[in-house]
């Protein structure tokens, strides 16, 4: 805002009238004279009206065209308004003294005038002042409204001092307008009768575009405010979570909509009042207001809706409290997620997302091509999925390709092994539990692997180990998509695609009455055997070289097999399918010194069972060379695989044999990838 401290009256009176009348005509004729006297401003608005080629004599003013005149009234929209009501009070003080008042853009277009009538006549027919018309020094010379916008600095002009002859009749007094940077917007002026110039005239401008200058700093300060309240409400409603924010009594000042639809407010007014007179956060009448003591993030709720008797919404809620700038607490944000989003975000971060195709299954025998056949079948069906075959044929790779290729193909792919879970453990896994359910449970409850395979597939791997009691909860669940957690009332609607798996005779199962035959019939609506490796044919050649190729890139070496070895695996019946092929190819990987896969790099039991004995079988205490750390590695390696060969898969045993501990054992396991399982 600009402040004009000082403004000084000049000498109007009849001498200095008379002296300029005078000067004037010489100065349009460019005739010498004494010019000095003439206020400089005047003096150089003059010499500027005569290059702009104004023409002395007569009133010539640009006028704007319609719709250019509505443009820029619509551009000046903020400006007229603000200015209006501050013209209309000046004019209530002035009214009747002959006094007009007008606002000019930066410009010098006429957006406003208020007035007299009879002046606002006169001036339409001597000095075209009517909106629209240009009141610039280029158009209208020596006048308050454009030299006062050249200079940019409040004005008082008198008379004589008008450089265009029929304006010389009047006064004029103008102050410039500025936005809150200081940009010139353009100026408010008071015209009236030449007798009647007052130095309070200028004086009162100069107050009103003071107050108009406040108020444009006012308005310039709300609309940004408006603007940025706008952002953050266009921010919160992109929002995929429900949000809502409270003041210090637990009372709404903001929600998004996503909060209102997922609490059912969608035609409630909440703004203002309580949030528990919607909702309470417990079953009872216990203090709401203890759950949001602390901040928390993702905590797994309860919702109860106030004035129904619905069962509770479960979300996982995130609470941040909101500081002034004294650092005092002043409210809290609460955002809702629903418990399927964040399961989405948890399978992402968890890994519970397919990493195989069909593409992934390595094999083009008759028997490969079938199997995919029918599984891409099974595909593009929504019916559960039961999945037949021996340990280490790829019965979860199956699965997840039959997920990738299913309408649930963009939801989660959960895994669970049955077998692999203490007995107590199974069903909190499957099902998932409340807070509280039992002890050591975890404080704020936990999913079940149901929930977290809502919208995708759920893989139950060795069902058959199943024990039977948790099979008749499973089997309910199948039956009602529902899910009901341990310690809970409540049942929970799920959308899953079941894949199960075993290798065991299930129809065996449900003779001894270890399966439950419903179950069983539940389960296997469609059933796909995968073919043990001996059963592929040509395909343990491409998996060898698949194998080999993967091994040679992790190790930045590359191997070759020696032809006999091919005819040694192709006879070989691989009693644990690929995983054994797998782990056979790899220890040759490990024990080979020259890169090449010979058969003596093979366990004794493969070449033993294809009816080979001659070949020397080369080991570390056979070796006379020095030990290398590689050397030392693979001798290792074969100590481990041996034990386990001897005593067929038995980890306990194995480590007697060696003189370690089981753990220790595991460990070595580990570290070669050895799976134990391959040797029963």
Same mark, same amino acid.
């Given at each position: 805002?600009?402040?004009?401290?000082?403004?000084?009256?000049?000498?109007?009176?009849?001498?200095?009238?008379?002296?300029?009348?005078?000067?004037?005509?010489?100065?349009?004729?460019?005739?010498?004279?004494?010019?000095?006297?003439?206020?400089?401003?005047?003096?150089?608005?003059?010499?500027?009206?005569?290059?702009?080629?104004?023409?002395?004599?007569?009133?010539?003013?640009?006028?704007?065209?319609?719709?250019?005149?509505?443009?820029?009234?619509?551009?000046?929209?903020?400006?007229?308004?603000?200015?209006?009501?501050?013209? *209309?009070?000046?004019?209530?003080?002035?009214?009747?003294?002959?006094?007009?008042?007008?606002?000019?853009?930066?410009? $010098?277009?006429?957006?406003?005038?208020?007035?007299?009538?009879?002046? %606002? +006549?006169?001036?339409?027919?001597?000095? @075209?002042?009517?909106?629209?018309?240009?009141?610039?020094?280029?158009?209208?010379?020596?006048?308050? %409204?454009?030299? =006062?916008?050249?200079?940019?600095?409040?004005?008082?002009?008198?008379?004589?001092?008008?450089?265009?002859?029929?304006?010389?009749?009047?006064?004029?007094?103008?102050?410039?307008?500025?936005?809150?940077?200081?940009?010139?917007?353009?100026?408010?002026?008071?015209?009236?009768?030449?007798?009647?110039?007052?130095?309070?005239?200028? =004086?009162?401008?100069?107050?009103?575009?003071?107050?108009?200058?406040?108020?444009?700093?006012?308005?310039? &300060?709300?609309?940004?405010?408006?603007?940025?309240?706008?952002?953050?409400?266009?921010?919160?409603?992109?929002?995929?979570?429900?949000?809502?924010?409270?003041?210090?009594?637990?009372?709404?000042?903001?929600?998004?909509? @996503?909060?209102?639809?997922?609490?059912?407010?969608?035609?409630?007014?909440?703004?203002?009042?309580?949030?528990?007179?919607?909702?309470?956060?417990?079953?009872?009448?216990?203090?709401?207001?203890?759950?949001?003591?602390?901040?928390?993030?993702?905590?797994?709720?309860?919702?109860?809706?106030?004035?129904?008797?619905?069962?509770?919404?479960?979300?996982?809620?995130?609470?941040?409290?909101?500081?002034?700038?004294?650092?005092?607490?002043?409210?809290?944000?609460?955002?809702?997620?629903?418990?399927?989003?964040?399961?989405?975000?948890?399978?992402?971060?968890?890994?519970?997302?397919?990493?195989?195709?069909?593409?992934?299954?390595?094999?083009?025998?008759?028997?490969?091509?079938?199997?995919?056949?029918?599984?891409?079948?099974?595909?593009?069906?929504?019916?559960? #999925?039961?999945?037949?075959? *021996?340990?280490?044929?790829?019965?979860?790779?199956?699965?997840?390709? %039959?997920?990738?290729?299913?309408?649930?193909?963009?939801?989660?792919?959960?895994?669970?092994?049955?077998? &692999?879970?203490?007995?107590?453990?199974? +069903?909190?896994?499957?099902?998932?539990?409340?807070?509280?359910?039992?002890?050591?449970?975890?404080?704020?409850?936990?999913? $079940?692997?149901?929930?977290?395979?809502?919208?995708?597939?759920?893989?139950?791997?060795?069902?058959?180990?199943?024990?039977?009691?948790?099979?008749?909860?499973?089997?309910?669940?199948? *039956?009602?998509?529902?899910?009901?957690? %341990?310690?809970?009332?409540?049942?929970?609607?799920?959308?899953?695609?079941? #894949?199960?798996?075993?290798?065991?005779?299930?129809?065996?199962?449900?003779?001894?009455?270890?399966?439950?035959?419903?179950?069983?019939?539940?389960?296997?609506?469609?059933?796909?055997?995968?073919?043990?490796?001996? *059963?592929?044919?040509?395909?343990?050649?491409?998996?060898?070289?698949?194998? #080999?190729?993967?091994?040679?890139?992790?190790?930045?070496?590359?191997?070759?097999?020696?032809?006999?070895?091919?005819?040694?695996?192709?006879?070989?019946?691989?009693?644990?399918?690929?995983?054994?092929?797998?782990?056979?190819?790899?220890?040759?990987?490990?024990?080979?010194?020259?890169?090449?896969?010979?058969? +003596?790099?093979?366990?004794?039991?493969?070449?033993?069972?294809?009816?080979?004995?001659?070949?020397?079988?080369?080991?570390?205490?056979?070796?006379?060379?020095?030990?290398?750390?590689?050397?030392? +590695?693979? &001798?290792?390696?074969?100590?481990?695989?041996?034990?386990?060969?001897?005593?067929?898969?038995?980890?306990? @045993?194995?480590?007697?044999?060696?003189?370690?501990?089981?753990?220790?054992?595991?460990?070595?396991?580990?570290?070669?990838?050895?799976?134990?399982?391959?040797?029963?």
């Amino acid at each position: 805002m600009k402040r004009w401290l000082r403004v000084t009256m000049h000498g109007f009176d009849s001498t200095y009238n008379d002296r300029l009348r005078e000067a004037w005509g010489k100065f349009i004729n460019n005739e010498p004279y004494d010019y000095s006297f003439i206020r400089p401003e005047i003096y150089e608005s003059w010499v500027r009206s005569r290059s702009y080629l104004v023409d002395p004599y007569n009133s010539k003013t640009a006028l704007l065209p319609p719709d250019d005149l509505q443009k820029r009234m619509e551009d000046n929209k903020f400006l007229i308004e603000i200015t209006r009501p501050y013209m *209309e009070k000046l004019y209530s003080i002035v009214k009747g003294s002959g006094f007009y008042l007008l606002l000019a853009d930066k410009d $010098g277009y006429i957006l406003d005038l208020i007035g007299d009538q009879d002046i %606002i +006549e006169r001036g339409r027919s001597y000095s @075209k002042l009517v909106v629209g018309a240009n009141r610039s020094e280029q158009y209208a010379g020596t006048n308050a %409204i454009g030299t =006062g916008l050249f200079l940019k600095k409040p004005i008082q002009m008198w008379g004589e001092e008008h450089y265009v002859k029929p304006h010389k009749g009047y006064s004029c007094s103008s102050a410039p307008i500025f936005d809150t940077e200081g940009r010139l917007l353009g100026c408010l002026n008071i015209t009236g009768r030449a007798h009647a110039i007052h130095l309070h005239t200028l =004086g009162m401008v100069i107050s009103a575009v003071d107050g108009i200058s406040n108020q444009l700093r006012l308005m310039t &300060a709300y609309m940004e405010l408006e603007k940025v309240s706008n952002q953050r409400n266009r921010i919160i409603e992109t929002m995929a979570s429900g949000l809502v924010l409270l003041n210090s009594e637990y009372e709404i000042i903001q929600v998004n909509s @996503k909060f209102l639809t997922m609490l059912n407010l969608r035609n409630r007014s909440v703004i203002g009042k309580s949030l528990f007179e919607f909702i309470r956060f417990d079953e009872s009448d216990a203090d709401n207001t203890s759950l949001l003591d602390n901040e928390v993030y993702n905590k797994e709720i309860d919702v109860y809706p106030v004035d129904s008797s619905a069962p509770p919404m479960k979300f996982n809620m995130s609470l941040n409290f909101l500081y002034d700038s004294h650092g005092l607490q002043e409210g809290m944000v609460l955002r809702f997620n629903e418990t399927k989003r964040i399961n989405r975000l948890v399978n992402r971060i968890s890994g519970f997302k397919p990493n195989y195709t069909f593409d992934s299954i390595i094999g083009s025998s008759n028997t490969t091509k079938k199997m995919i056949y029918e599984c891409k079948r099974a595909a593009s069906s929504s019916s559960n #999925i039961l999945i037949l075959g *021996e340990s280490g044929t790829g019965k979860e790779l199956v699965a997840q390709a %039959i997920h990738s290729a299913s309408k649930y193909s963009t939801g989660p792919f959960v895994a669970i092994n049955c077998g &692999a879970l203490p007995k107590g453990l199974v +069903e909190s896994e499957l099902f998932g539990y409340e807070r509280g359910a039992f002890t050591g449970a975890n404080k704020d409850g936990h999913p $079940g692997k149901f929930e977290l395979a809502d919208g995708g597939t759920l893989f139950l791997d060795e069902i058959g180990e199943m024990p039977l009691d948790v099979q008749v909860t499973l089997l309910r669940v199948l *039956e009602t998509r529902e899910v009901v957690r %341990i310690g809970g009332k409540y049942p929970k609607p799920i959308d899953v695609r079941i #894949i199960a798996a075993t290798n065991r005779d299930l129809r065996e199962a449900v003779k001894d009455k270890t399966f439950r035959d419903d179950l069983y019939y539940r389960l296997n609506v469609l059933s796909i055997r995968i073919p043990p490796l001996r *059963e592929r044919g040509d395909d343990i050649l491409e998996l060898t070289d698949y194998f #080999i190729k993967g091994f040679s890139s992790s190790k930045g070496i590359t191997y070759s097999v020696d032809p006999r070895v091919y005819d040694i695996l192709t006879r070989y019946t691989w009693p644990g399918n690929i995983r054994e092929l797998e782990n056979t190819i790899e220890r040759a990987v490990n024990i080979t010194d020259n890169n090449m896969i010979l058969p +003596e790099h093979l366990p004794t039991h493969i070449l033993q069972s294809t009816g080979i004995s001659d070949i020397k079988k080369e080991t570390v205490v056979e070796r006379e060379s020095v030990p290398s750390v590689l050397n030392l +590695e693979s &001798a290792e390696y074969n100590l481990v695989v041996s034990s386990l060969e001897k005593c067929q898969g038995n980890v306990k @045993k194995a480590a007697e044999m060696l003189g370690i501990s089981r753990r220790t054992m595991y460990r070595k396991m580990q570290k070669y990838n050895i799976d134990y399982n391959t040797f029963r």
